[in-house]
């Protein structure tokens, strides 16, 4: 229990020194951003990654949000062609990676 204490007495120091923003619908279903995740970074990232999302003209949360959700796409989805599935009535299968798949 004395760990979690630590770590909510860190999030909220660190929270006092956050600039608060009013968090846009970032998603189709209109669900906004309420879970924050705390990563570390060089300062070489941060500065690249401040300067890519300048360049692209979002915020960083918003360009680290979208990448974030590119990378996990790939990751988590089917990225076969077309020509590697299976569809039936009842199913649409990939028959390389043999994901189900949303019907078509």
């Not at 300067?51 to 990751?75: D, H």
Request: some cysteine; hydrophobic content about 40%.
């Amino acid at each position: 229990m004395g760990n979690e204490d630590n770590i909510d007495a860190a999030m909220d120091k660190v929270a006092e020194t956050l600039e608060m923003t009013v968090s846009r619908n970032l998603e189709e279903n209109g669900e906004p951003a309420q879970k924050q995740v705390l990563l570390r970074a060089s300062e070489r990232d941060h500065r690249r990654w401040k300067e890519a999302a300048a360049k692209n003209n979002v915020s960083m949360a918003e360009f680290i949000r979208e990448t974030m959700n590119k990378a996990s796409e790939l990751a988590l989805e089917c990225q076969h062609p077309l020509y590697a599935r299976k569809i039936y009535p009842w199913a649409n299968i990939c028959t390389l990676c043999k994901a189900r798949l949303p019907l078509i």
